[in-house]
């Protein structure tokens, strides 16, 4: 399947992917657009909000996760049982099944380019009276355009509370797990 | 007028490593069709007249237009893959946390 889409309109809204963002990189990411439409379409936008792509599998495979995952192979032929743990690790990127710092896109139907995330962390704001400079390259259809702006405005969103230290969650399992208990 | 169709589906596969001929054939197929009919009137069209037939067709100028950029977009991101800016940023770090919403 396909996430992305031809834009036929050369109309920049939620969901574009643009290219000639002045990142100030060398050489630099194309970007999808995370502003509000009805700003955009109603001039209340002074600013557009964008995103950068980023190459999926050099960015999941710098990662820790992906580094634990591969750390005791010295083969690059895995076996069975290894290869279904190293596809459990991908599915729920490739799906968005979670909600992480990234979001899956596969751009490769409607132009060459390995397969994306949309970082949500690499954020840039350019004015709007500059997005005749940048160019329209296709866009991300609904509903993956809004979902990911909720997995963008939920990762953007979260907020750090405290956990209970360990006595007290022991307390809490004790008390949840009743009638049951550990031998 | 042929070998300027063949020649334009031979750049489109070298455009686009790894798909057959057919497949191009097909995605080209409507402005190849289109730019014969209009061939056949305007005989003394300059060969850009080709190009142009694409731009009349948004789609299939979307397409070609992104067949032309394709080599760029896979080459840019093998840079940006190997680039001090993104190996910095990336290098040993954690995915962070998950939110589970499945």
């Known amino acids: ?183 | 007028m042929e070998s300027t169709i063949n020649t334009n589906i031979d750049i489109c596969i070298d455009e686009y490593p790894g798909k057959s001929k057919t497949n191009v054939v097909k995605r080209t197929g409507t402005a190849v069709v289109f730019s014969s009919l209009m061939a056949l009137s305007f005989a003394n069209e300059t060969p850009e007249y080709f190009t142009s037939i694409f731009e009349t067709n948004t789609f299939e100028y979307v397409a070609n237009k992104h067949a032309v950029q394709k080599l760029s977009f896979r080459e840019r991101y093998k840079q940006i893959s190997k680039s001090d800016w993104f190996i910095n940023s990336y290098k040993d770090m954690s995915i962070g946390e998950i939110i589970n919403v499945d």
């Not at chain 1, 996430?3 to 992917?17: C, D, M, N, R």
């Not at chain 1, 000639?20 to 936008?45: H, R, T």
């Not at chain 1, 999941?60 to 192979?73: D, P, R, Y």
């Open chain 1, 1 to 183: 399947m396909s996430w992305l889409v031809p834009e036929e309109e050369s109309k920049i809204t939620q969901g574009t992917i643009l290219d000639n963002i002045p990142w100030g990189l060398d050489p630099s990411p194309l970007g999808v657009v995370l502003s509000n439409p009805c700003d955009l379409e109603w001039g209340k936008a002074s600013y557009i909000l964008i995103a950068s792509l980023v190459p999926a599998r050099e960015t999941i495979q710098l990662t820790k996760e992906f580094q634990q995952q591969v750390q005791n192979l010295k083969e690059k032929v895995v076996s069975p049982n290894k290869w279904d743990k190293l596809s459990k690790f991908f599915k729920p990127f490739i799906n968005n099944q979670n909600i992480t710092r990234y979001f899956f896109v596969d751009p490769t139907k409607v132009f060459d380019a390995p397969l994306f995330f949309v970082d949500f962390q690499h954020l840039f704001t350019l004015p709007f009276s500059k997005v005749t400079e940048l160019e329209v390259i296709a866009k991300l259809p609904s509903p993956h355009r809004e979902k990911m702006i909720v997995h963008f405005s939920s990762y953007i969103s979260r907020i750090g509370v405290d956990r209970e230290d360990q006595e007290e969650t022991k307390i809490f399992i004790n008390h949840l797990a009743e009638p049951y208990r550990q031998l």
